[in-house]
């Protein structure tokens, strides 16, 4: 898929769109994310980097955020932490505790916020990366804060139907792909910044 094809502009943002249902473009994605990250650090003056992974693991639709946070707290990243698994899912009913949380223990943390969403039928199976908060429970028609400087989602339904039981009816194996491409780049990205570190 050529560049220009996965960038969309929505108000006065830039949003990138991954297709990870074919061949997954891991380090275009990485880079992409890379980039976007150490310029949001320079930007807000940030040295760290927190993956705030948001959703439920008491729907299969909705639980792509916690099972990323699994795989991340999974392989003990050195270079960021993770909030959000499926151990202890940050989701609608707690994420306001969580934020005041991360304000007051993370202050110096880019937050990268990680969730499920979802979008035309076309773009099921596709992520998105993009720069500014994530507005989580949009697909659902329940409104949440936004939260985050820097948001990467999984489009795992058709934005047709805002049902929450939908969410409950998506295929687990489309919701795991997902969290394997995400995962699976974020490790990459780990790996760029270790790489800058040595030299």
Known sequence: MRLWERIKIRGDRE????DAKNEWEIESFAL???SLIKEM???AQKKNILFLCIGTDRSTGDSLGPLIGYKLKGRRMKKAQVIGTLEKPVHAMNLEQYMKMVKASFPEHLIVAVDASVGNMEHIGYVT????????GLGVSKELR???DIFITGIVGSCRNHDPIMLQSIRLSVVMHLAD????S???VEK???KKASV
């Open 15 to 18: 949003i990138y769109y991954f």
């Open 32 to 34: 992409r994310l890379y």
């Open 41 to 43: 650090m320079e930007e």
């Open 129 to 136: 990366l993009g720069k500014g908060p994530l507005k989580p």
């Open 146 to 148: 936004a939260v985050g």
């Open 181 to 184: 491409c995400i995962s699976d």
């Open 186 to 188: 974020i490790f990459f």
């Open 192 to 194: 760029l910044w270790e």
